[in-house]
């Protein structure tokens, strides 16, 4: 399974971004980004990485507890393999590298997480916000 994250960039702060997360290379028939726990992750500079939020199919969605989890909402397009994250409302905060990553199919999302419980990931798109 591969996966490529993109849309991060250089926003002032109060902007919003969309960043997009394309799952390819299934391993099987009919296959779907909607039958895995799709979550983002973020790593702020110096620190270590954090859950956002998890998705599973296209409504079942998992916050992590942290500072922009609230203001971030992920969402999920079956027919394009895609999962987005929707962030509003930027705070220097924001300020990090995000990645995206699947657990192996049929797994729920984490309760909790490190990152650990997930297989597949995405190289990162970074983030900076600042006036």
């Known amino acids: 399974l591969q996966v490529v994250e993109s849309g991060g960039g250089f926003v002032q702060p109060g902007w919003s971004l969309r960043l997009s997360c394309v799952f390819s290379?299934?391993?099987?028939?009919?296959?779907?980004?909607?039958?895995?726990?799709i979550s983002w992750f973020r790593q702020a500079p110096g620190k270590e990485r954090e859950g956002v939020s998890c998705?599973?199919?296209?409504?079942?969605?998992?916050r992590y507890k942290g500072p922009v989890s609230a203001r971030f909402t992920p969402s999920t397009d079956g027919a394009k393999n895609t999962v987005y994250l929707h962030m509003n409302t930027l705070q220097p905060e924001a300020t990090a590298v995000y990645h995206c990553?699947?657990?192996?199919?049929?797994?729920?999302?984490?309760?909790?997480?490190?990152?650990?419980?997930?297989?597949?990931w995405g190289q990162g798109t970074p983030v900076t916000v600042s006036s």
């Open positions: 290379g299934f391993s099987y028939s009919g296959a779907s980004v909607t039958h895995y726990s």
């Open positions: 998705v599973y199919g296209t409504d079942t969605v998992t």
């Open positions: 990553a699947a657990r192996p199919v049929g797994r729920l999302c984490p309760v909790r997480t490190t990152g650990d419980e997930f297989d597949f």
